[in-house]
């Protein structure tokens, strides 16, 4: 919308009321957790703690292994983020720089891979890993999510934009693929790796149904599955269930600030603009 | 497709192999090295392609076709295959109300969490959308809920549900309105599952919009300020036009999304009340996971795909017609 042309202080007005009522959950969580239990059970719900209380944090972490499940995240989302972007770089080094026979084909099925709803392949892929007995295990959570359709494209989009004619002349001076490709495509492309690394580390960090089903254990269980178990720990004390909420997100919130930047300008140079 | 037509595969001119322009092979000077050049780039790209495919075949298309198989058959609980059943598994899901009523409530999701969480991120893109001062700040704050995932945002929700205690109730009650049993009345469990996605799609809905926004050149917008049009109808007639595919890939993907809906329902509702919430990837985990009827639960999820790609076909088919590519 041209904003230019509305006052500036409609613009602003609005722009806090849209802010209050996004922030207002998050707000509500923080407020929360810095609660006492009494204040926390009052009717009507206090908007703000009397004083700030940090001891509901550390009930939580003694109350639910919460330090294991960020641990849990943190290898199974850092491992699968790595791993996309190696498979999805080579894949796309080979689709954008290399000519070999099968090019479309192989393309094609990348693309389709895309089309595949994450449904229709459950069910097989639970029983794969429980007959591989990957149940429970970090290789489960991690290995059926190392390729990416969705990266490939992307970094195959940044290479391309990348100038050409560099490359042409390291390989007449003698450079091989190996060295274009490590000592130059991959640095000159940080930035759509970049985008790749924030938008897969959020998402699996936030995978729900496969480590529900691949996990029993407590001490394998993920942030997403084990935030759950507040709820029955600790059904009355919304400050402690709050706390836990807000330790959980601490490290996708945090990801995000760092990763804003890359991550909007890749959407738009990447996977939008044709 | 939007993204066939930008990843279209690029021409031989960007190959980066030095035999590129073909007469090298009718120098003859050096014809063996050539093609051991030749041969070296093609085993260089299929072992660059590996990794990808070998992931893709073991856990994508294997699975899919051992979807196909397992939905011809019944299995016993450990997801062994115990006797074909051709069509039954098929038939059995068509003829039960439970699969019509889970599709009507996967369809009422839709309708009220894609509409209204495009609206709200395009409104909200539009406001940040210009040059004044603090717009990162705001820019951040609408993008945050994308940090927040389906478990978290979930707890969060549930305790601003709770029917008695919980502060939007207490805040309705200020309006002077009736409390709402928020998730444990029928007429409302789905109006408050959608409420909380809707909130938690919001900052990836709005990432879409800024990003598709600010691809949008200057100068059309200098030209029509000159011209004098006001912001409303710069807004209809100008913005929303230029962003029309990044409107159109955004509610693909949103449909896509909202019909693999699963964990919010899982966490606050279960399914209830009176299977008000119950939709079609609930009732596949439930078939699947709850009663290990393998092969219903694999014929569900192939409609399921189905439905998912005639509707896709249709949005390309149609509605993409009405998009405008610069």
């Keep these: 919308m041209n904003m230019r042309l509305m006052p500036k202080s409609f613009i602003y007005i609005a722009l806090l009321l849209g802010s209050l009522a996004v922030l207002f959950p998050l707000l509500y969580t923080l407020s929360t957790s810095l609660m006492s239990e009494a204040e926390s059970a009052v009717y009507p719900p206090p908007l703000l703690p009397e004083a700030v209380n940090l ?115 390291a390989r007449v001076d003698g450079c091989g693929h190996v060295r274009v490709f490590l000592s130059m495509v991959l640095p000159l492309s940080i930035p759509g790796i970049a985008t790749l690394g924030v938008y897969s580390f959020l998402n699996n960090w936030n995978m729900y149904l496969w480590p529900l089903l691949t996990t029993n254990r407590v001490e394998m269980r993920t942030v997403q599955i084990g935030i759950g178990m507040l709820q029955f720990e600790e059904m009355n004390s919304w400050n402690l269930i709050l706390s836990g909420v807000l330790l959980l997100l601490l490290p996708s919130l945090l990801l995000l600030a760092l990763g804003l930047k890359p991550l909007v300008r890749g959407i738009t140079a990447g996977a939008l603009k044709g | 497709m939007m993204m066939e037509k930008e990843f279209t595969l690029p021409s031989p001119g960007h190959s980066l192999s030095p035999n590129v322009n073909e007469p090298e092979v009718s120098t003859a000077a050096k014809p063996v090295s050539i093609k051991r050049t030749r041969r070296r780039e093609i085993l260089l790209a299929y072992a660059c392609l590996a990794p990808s495919l070998l992931i893709f075949g073991l856990f994508l298309f294997y699975p899919l076709l051992k979807s196909v198989y397992l939905s011809l058959f019944l299995t016993d609980p450990q997801g062994r295959v115990a006797e074909f059943v051709g069509f ?3 038939r059995e899901i068509l003829a039960s109300d439970m699969f019509y009523t889970s599709f009507g409530n996967t369809l009422l999701f839709i309708v009220l969490t894609v509409p209204t969480g495009m609206a709200a991120a395009i409104l909200l893109a539009a406001l940040t959308h210009n040059k004044l001062k603090g717009m990162k700040i705001f820019r951040f704050i609408f993008s945050l809920p994308m940090a927040v995932s389906v478990g978290t945002g979930s707890m969060i929700w549930m305790i601003l549900y709770h029917p008695t205690l919980g502060i939007l109730n207490y805040f309705l009650t200020l309006l002077g309105t009736q409390p709402v049993q928020w998730l444990t ?142």
């Excluded at chain 2, 408050?192 to 919001?202: E, K």
């Excluded at chain 2, 509610?251 to 119950?278: D, E, R």
């Design chain 1, 55 to 169: 001891s509901n944090f550390a009930k939580v972490i003694d109350t639910i292994p919460v330090l294991t499940f960020i641990g849990n995240s943190l290898v199974v989302s850092i491992a699968i983020m790595l791993g996309q972007i190696v498979t999805a770089s080579l894949a796309a080094y080979a689709f954008a720089f290399l000519r070999f026979p099968g090019k479309t084909l192989l393309f094609s099925l990348f693309l389709a891979t895309m089309m595949i709803p994450w449904e229709v392949i459950m069910i097989p892929n639970y029983l794969t890993v429980k007959n591989l007995n990957w149940l429970d295990t970090y290789q489960g959570l991690i290995i059926p999510f190392l390729a990416t359709a969705f990266g490939t494209f992307l970094l195959r989009q940044t290479f391309l934009q990348l100038p050409k004619e560099l490359f042409e002349a």
């Design chain 2, 88 to 90: 039954d598994n098929f």
């Design chain 2, 185 to 326: 009345d029928p007429k409302w469990a789905m109006i408050s599952v959608a409420l909380m996605t809707v909130w938690m799609n919001l900052g990836f809905n709005y990432i879409l919009m800024l990003s598709g926004m600010q691809g949008v050149s200057e100068d059309i917008y200098d030209s029509t300020k000159i011209d004098g049009s006001g912001p409303l109808r710069t807004f209809f007639r100008i913005t929303m036009p230029l962003i029309s595919p990044t409107l159109f890939f955004t509610s693909v993907v949103s449909v896509i999304g909202a019909f693999q809906a699963f964990g919010q329902i899982n966490i606050l509702t279960k399914g209830g009340p009176m299977n008000s919430t119950n939709v079609m990837v609930f009732n596949i985990y439930q078939d699947a996971f709850v009663n290990f009827r393998f092969g219903i639960g694999s014929a569900q999820a192939l409609i399921l795909f189905a439905i998912i790609l005639l509707l896709t076909v249709f949005q390309f088919k149609f509605v993409e017609k009405k998009v405008h590519y610069q």
